[in-house]
């Protein structure tokens, strides 16, 4: 394990988070893994964060709404079997890790774990947490990914991140 910058390989990562990247969550004994593809890295009040953006629909929406952290994985190898059972099922229906036959590795700096696979990790920590404001957004974009009928809209995670690390 090497700790690195949190953004260190940004290009790559940035790179990965667009097509997919997976975003974990835990409690009370329960791991589950999402995929993520809509997120920003950046700075504001002077720290490092991540902003997950995830639909309210979402078992890991609860997750972190309860415990207001998460992990973050880039993963370094093809990954696109797991993500098409992360991307297409529920935790709250299955466990998608056993399903994956994938395993997790406990993070340094929070409860919730991280993916061990090979890949940047990052261990973040919700500061804020805004709901999306539908009457704000644009109406091309709310054409294209929302269905005004379901107002299942995302809530932009703001989140410190507290730990980076690269797993090989």
């Given at each position: 394990m090497q700790t690195v910058p949190f953004?260190?390989?940004?290009?790559?990562n940035l790179e990965i988070l667009s097509k997919t990247a997976f975003l974990t969550t835990y409690r009370m004994g329960k791991t589950n893994v999402?995929?993520?593809?809509?997120?920003?890295?950046?700075?504001?009040?002077?720290?490092?964060?991540?902003?997950?953006?995830?639909?309210?629909s979402r078992y890991s929406h609860?997750?972190?709404?309860k415990t207001h952290?998460?992990?973050v994985t880039f993963p370094y190898a093809d990954m696109s079997k797991a993500a098409e059972i992360f991307g297409h099922h529920s935790g709250r229906d299955m466990n998608k890790l056993e399903k994956c036959g994938l395993a997790t590795r406990p993070a340094r700096r929070i409860?919730?774990?991280?993916?061990?696979?090979?890949?940047?990790?990052?261990e973040c920590n919700v500061i804020y947490a805004r709901p999306m404001n539908a009457e704000k957004l644009d109406p091309a974009i709310q054409e294209l990914w929302y269905d005004r009928q379901s107002n299942d809209y995302h809530t932009f995670f703001v989140s410190h991140i507290l730990d980076s690390y690269i797993t090989p």
């Open positions: 953004n260190f390989n940004a290009g790559k999402m995929v993520t593809a809509w997120g920003a890295l950046g700075v504001m009040w002077k720290l490092p964060i991540f902003v997950a953006l995830v639909r309210k609860d997750l972190i709404e952290e998460f992990s409860e919730t774990p991280v993916l061990d696979v090979p890949g940047m990790h990052l």
